[in-house]
């Protein structure tokens, strides 16, 4: 199974990023900064678009916010896209709630956490995608990211079977915010040392993106992929 975590920045590359998801071939997508709309515009990708043209029959989107830009009405959230089918869908608001009257000024930190189950080879596992709280100034972390990892980390403990958490969680590896799931997952980002998740497209030299698994998932490869088709670079990982 391969899956590719990756904060698609909105769709800005969309050409490359079309080309590039089609060249990996994942199983499945877990995306941030996703946006969803009916209409095909230039101006950015859109989830159905991505999901039509990669093949994926199984979608999952939770938007944080509704806006409108040039009439129509775009959510904005995090997606999981599947080959497999998603035997089960929750999400929830680790901060505020939706929001369907976006404007330009009001708070953007408005987070959620997704969670699909599918069967993999007789085995159940559970999926999380998530967009962290972004403190402009660092990645170090305050006290709201802090409660909101320990809510999302108290919530995947709860769960029964092998978990696969993804997200660009806008937080430093060893920051306090991320000691609750450091401690409760296996960090791959850490594990595998890698020292920057951002492509040289930014001004940035920092790890934020990343792929948690539970130690009973036995891991084929994990890396970072150096194409460039966000500020952000993608996470593969095949089991």
């Given amino acids: 199974m391969r899956l590719l975590q990756l904060n698609i920045w909105n769709g800005r590359l969309d050409k490359h990023l079309l080309r590039f998801f089609e060249r990996q071939e ?9 946006s969803s709309y009916q209409e095909d515009l230039p101006f950015v990708l859109q989830l159905e678009r991505i999901a039509s043209q990669g093949g994926y029959e199984h979608v999952f ?16 959230g995090n997606a999981i896209l599947s080959r497999f089918p998603l035997q089960h869908t929750y999400s929830f608001f680790t901060r505020a709630a939706y929001n369907p ?33 972004h403190v402009p100034e660092h990645k170090n972390g305050t006290q709201d990211t802090d409660k909101q990892m320990q809510a999302t980390a ?57 792929i948690f698994t539970s130690p009973q998932l036995k891991i084929k490869t994990f890396t970072a992929l150096e194409d460039i088709v966000s500020d952000h670079q993608a996470l593969l990982l095949e089991l």
């Fill in 61 to 76: 989107f939770t938007p944080m916010f509704r806006y409108n830009a040039l009439g129509l009405k775009i959510d904005f």
């Fill in 154 to 210: 108290d919530y995947i403990a709860d769960l029964s079977g092998p978990v696969v958490f993804c997200g660009d969680l806008n937080l430093a590896p060893h920051s306090r915010s991320l000691k609750p799931l450091n401690s409760l997952l296996t960090n791959l980002s850490v594990k595998y040392g890698l020292t920057t998740t951002r492509p040289p497209i930014t001004d940035r030299t920092e790890v934020c993106d990343y």
């Fill in 101 to 133: 009257d976006y404007v330009e000024g009001d708070d953007y930190n408005l987070r959620n956490v997704q969670h699909a189950v599918i069967d993999y080879k007789g085995m159940s596992i559970h999926l999380l995608n998530h967009h962290g709280h």
């Fill in 26 to 34: 994942a199983d499945i997508l877990c995306l941030q900064e996703v």
